[in-house]
């Protein structure tokens, strides 16, 4: 009875894989994204953030615990049951939503439905105002504000559920010496929004969203990919794999809409020079403040003998895109865990065949061994016909950027009531 225990926590490496995905989780929220406070995940006071952040775990950990999945799903829906306990805006609600707001493709999830009572809840407690008294800290409020801004419109591009916010509608700095991660997070969704809804921006920004991309890999292009070793992070939700992801798919995005001109454009704007050491290219200490991304647009590239971008030489987007597919090769289990990922992939792929054959019929297109990776990723990661048909059915159509909502209509929106009752 009188013996003594050790306080000490256990090294990582001797947990079980749930308790090593929560302390990795933790890790990553504080160091990447601070939504949540990583002493919030063992010990908080909140039911429903409890139960939502056990599902990012499970999510992540693997092999994948279906029973226990199931049983926490149970509980969050009985808790949506409680209409009363939902109404009421607080952080910790704000904070949940956005979590399961992530599981889009999901039966039942309400994905649309969840995120935009969060937002709605935001909005209610002023959120989207500067605060009342100045030395009032809004650091995690913020945090969480952009953080919806951010989901809003990626949530439209993946699902097609229309995006919400409009920066006309609100006024809030951006962190202050936030993670780069976090900065790099917001910034790439900027530069999407800004092509693909260019008017919910308004004039928040100048300039065009081609413009927005070179100043967005001006100021993170070592964070993106890290000079020391820039393929040692190979997991889809490392930070600087995932960021290249999202890259990957704005990149596709322009290519899809233009083929024909993007690729020069975007090969001019590369020889302008960027270099591994590049200052301008180092990701920023002083973290992602309002207008630093306008900022970037003034700065020029330097030029230097052996100049390359991301480790490519000229900056071939042929090479830059791969790399999605390569990933989803790789990690095959994830990527259909959480499906949005795959349909990145399809994105790329579409953005490939595109710049490769331009608006051909899909069914006329040959493989062979010198386009071999579209029809490996598609037999490795067990692409299912039917996208397999949808995306070669779209290489054609000449309607621009938007063929992707068509890609991806296969989501439907439920009515799951998350708030007063109203679907």
Known sequence: MSRKHSSAPLPVSQLDPVEQSKAKFGEFLDTCLPIVNSKEISNTTSVLLS???????????????????????????????DKNAITIPSIHNVQSLLFLSLFIDEPGSGAGNKLMTAIRMACSMHWNRPPEQADEDRTTINYLWWSLVSKDIWLYLVSGVPPIINYMGFNVPKPQKAPSFFSALIGISEVMRMFIRRDSIGVYMDGTALEALAAWERLYF?????????????????PPAFLRLLHSVVLSLFAINDPFSFPVKYFALRQQGTVMDDTVGQASTAGYGM??????????????????????????????LPRTLNLHMTHPVLFDRWRYLQRFSEIV??????LTYGFVPGNTIVFNEQNSLIPNWRTRCMIKDERWVKILSLVGQDRGWEVVLDLCRDFEEDSEETDSGEG
């Open 51 to 81: 139960q939502s952040v056990r599902r990012m775990v499970l999510s992540f950990t693997e092999p994948s615990n279906v029973a226990a999945d199931n049983n926490i799903q149970d509980s969050i829906r009985k808790y949506f049951k």
């Open 222 to 238: 070592a964070e993106v990919y890290p000079s020391t070793s820039p393929n040692s992070y190979s997991h889809p939700f490392d």
């Open 291 to 320: 207008g630093q991304l306008q900022q970037a647009y003034d700065q020029s590239y330097s030029t230097a003998t052996g100049s390359s971008y991301f480790g490519y030489p000229n900056g071939d987007i042929f090479k830059i």
């Open 349 to 354: 792929v579409l953005a490939i065949l595109r």
